[in-house]
């Protein structure tokens, strides 16, 4: 069963189709062909014939009723059948092979081809279902064989098809892809290049937005055509599970909506007892739903090339052509999706480096308010509204700030009472950042005007204090390719009535009003981090040390991650002494591949400088570190250069570590790990031996010298053992030296590696300081599990 099997509910065979039910309609497996190639479905690897389209004789000159059943040489020759079987018994992907050029000896006239081959996984008795359109047995643990799949359309077009005429094609579009420097001129370039390259009437660059509701973005067309530039078109139009087609087969030609089905024959695989996955298909019929809508706009054929970000759809290239059917052959198909492809990476380039920009400017701005919220000799409130401010860090029309009893505004002004609604509302939400575009529909309270706070940022924090950013209503005026509200339209059909889609496609104007600019997820993020900030700031300037220390724990050193593999704990102790909160800081977090990473750090002082210094490091190591392949000595020699650039004037030791599991053997686990003059990490296997990974050298702390180099260490750690990061304050104390510290704790964690992570943390705490600790101290301790068998 396919992904889209799993992600949609199917229709009986035989179901009408109209808007009723198309978005279940099973597109993939429409079990006809378009007519401009025949398609032949072949046993792997004894190359029977298994399934062939109706129309096999109009271009092999032999009927498809004496082509099932017999081996392909006999159907396509022995020349040619013998090119299809090499290229599909080679390793690797076939449609990365395509096409195979092959030449039909057709009544003795030889006929060149062009063969697309692809293989489509068949599970025999899949699905085959019963009167109630339930599966009759369960196939699930049966082995799924495949099919070759072998299309074949008279070739035309540049041969012999390769890279190199492919590249030459599009040579010069991607040079002016890679020079262009906005989102407009990608689209503008790719729209021009695709229509000079393929002919089409029109070709447009088509925009989703998170709700897949699609913007033609740009537009190369003849010149007699009304332009469809800006028009907007509601996610109806192009349902799921086309979708999900587009992100597995990126390219899709209707050469002519005027065209009659070829059934495949038999209808139902052999094996499987069900119509064929076409997913991959180039010739794939296609849904009459969607022909019809096409006919409505007076389309006479079409083309669509995906827009990928990632695996998912972000877009398409959409061919329109009016004058009659329109087949470019395959060399300028796969020219097309060449230049689709070169399009989705600049995008992706693009996008990353204005993330990229944002997120600096913001990260840099943040690190700034942070460190000088520390200053305890200065309101929060004058901190916050000073140079550079909140509003540099979030783009709004107004912010209002109350803290300490200090209340500040900059920007535009609310009417009295309505920062007090707004700021109720969220407090009862009992969010750490509450967001919303549509304060009208989330109801904050009475009275909130759209034209000055229509949307609201808020950071509850303790007390009744707040900051609140605020955006006044933003008019926008859609236009849509029809109207949106109308999507279909009543036929009467005999007796019945039919809904199909809809046949205006005129410009239609909606305007959306009671709204506010959206707060996007960065700006979320980055209010985020800031309330972490200000809750230290808040808790230092109360002189409450252990108060302090817990707001700390709570707000900046959150609950590690617990992997499946993983059995994690954490613990960070202040110091019993009369200061302010110190620089010890841990840190534990997932990457999406899955890696586990470790970070344990110190920043040289004990006072609310030394706390503001190590949020700042702790945020830069974190957002460095997230989502990147670099080694942990490549996060380190980022965080001195950050360091050094942003003038933060820190020092800090700092070991950072990155744990995944080794490849095919569940029972090791691979630490690579880098350190700036930390103190070194401690193993202790299942069986009470103890490792100090003691790097040969150290490294230098940060913010001394972020030119000298740094390097990974890597070391495998067998399942059951226990892994330990710790501060200096753990093992020094006046009356024992650093080794005579190490030697002891390494003897405690070997008698204690049988406890569970939270009971260890605790046992060597009071084992190592039962009067209390003189200096900070930060544990993170890591129980490798076996993997269950």
Known sequence: MTDVDRDIEFLAPGTPIDLTNCEREPIHIPGSIQPRGVLIAVSDPDWIVQQVSANLADLTGVPWQRAIGRPLAEVLGVAAAGAVVRSASAFGDLRERNPVEITLDVDGAPVPVDALLHRALIRPGDAVPDAHGEPVADTSTVPPLSSLVVELEPARGPRPFSFPNTYQAVRGTIGDLNRATSLQELYDITAQAVRALTGFDRVMVYRYDADYNGEVVAEAKRADLNSFLGLHYPASDIPAQARALYEKNWIRLISDVDYTPVPLHPVDHPVSGRPLDLTYSALRSVSPIHVEYLKNMGVGASMSISLLRGEKLWGLIACHHYSGPHAPPYATRAAAEFLGSTLSVRLIDRAAEDEYGRALRARSTLAWLTAAAMDEDRPLTDTLLGTPNLLDLLAADGVVVDLQGHRGALGAELPPGVAERITAWA??????????????????????????????????????????????????????????????????????????????????????????????????????????????????????????????????????????????????????????????????????????????????????????????????????????????????????????????????????????????????????????????????????????????????????????????????IEAGSTLLFYTDGLVERRDQVFDDGVELLGEALADLRRLPADQLCDQLLDRLLPEGAEDDVAVVAVRLRPRER
């Open 427 to 716: 407090a009862a939400r009992s969010e750490d950042v509450v967001a919303s575009d549509a304060l009208a529909a989330a109801e904050p309270g009475p009275g909130v005007p759209v034209e000055v706070a229509c949307g609201a940022l808020v950071l509850p924090l303790p007390e009744g204090q707040f900051v609140l950013w605020f955006r006044s209503e933003a008019v926008r005026h859609v236009d849509w390719g029809g109207d949106p509200h109308n999507k279909a339209i009543a036929e009467q059909e005999g007796d019945e009535v039919r809904l199909s889609p809809r046949k205006s496609f005129e410009r239609w104007r909606e305007t959306v009003r009671g709204r506010s600019e959206p707060w996007t997820p960065a700006e979320v993020e980055a209010a985020g981090e800031l309330r972490v900030h200000l809750l230290e700031a808040l808790y230092a300037r109360s002189r409450s040390i252990v108060r302090a220390a817990e707001t700390l724990q709570r707000s900046l050193l959150s609950d590690p991650p617990e992997p499946d593999h993983l059995e994690v704990a954490v613990r960070y102790v202040p110091a019993a002494r009369e200061a302010q909160v110190g620089g010890d800081w841990y840190d534990v977090f997932e990457q999406p591949d899955g890696s586990t990473m470790l970070v344990i750090g110190d920043v040289v002082g004990h006072d609310t400088e030394a706390a503001a210094t190590m949020a700042q490091v702790r945020g830069l190591l974190r957002g460095i570190a997230y989502d990147s392949a670099a080694g942990p000595a490549a996060v380190l020699t980022r965080l001195d250069a950050a360091i050094e650039g942003l003038d933060l004037g820190a020092m800090a030791t700092v070991l950072v570590g990155r744990l995944d599991r080794a490849d095919g053997d569940s029972r090791v686990t691979r630490l690579r790990w880098a350190t700036a003059g930390h103190l070194p990490p401690l193993v202790a296997g299942p069986d009470g031996t103890q490792r100090l990974l003691d790097a040969e050298r150290p490294g230098l702390l940060l913010g001394v010298d972020p030119t000298r180099p740094r390097e990974d260490h890597e070391v495998v």
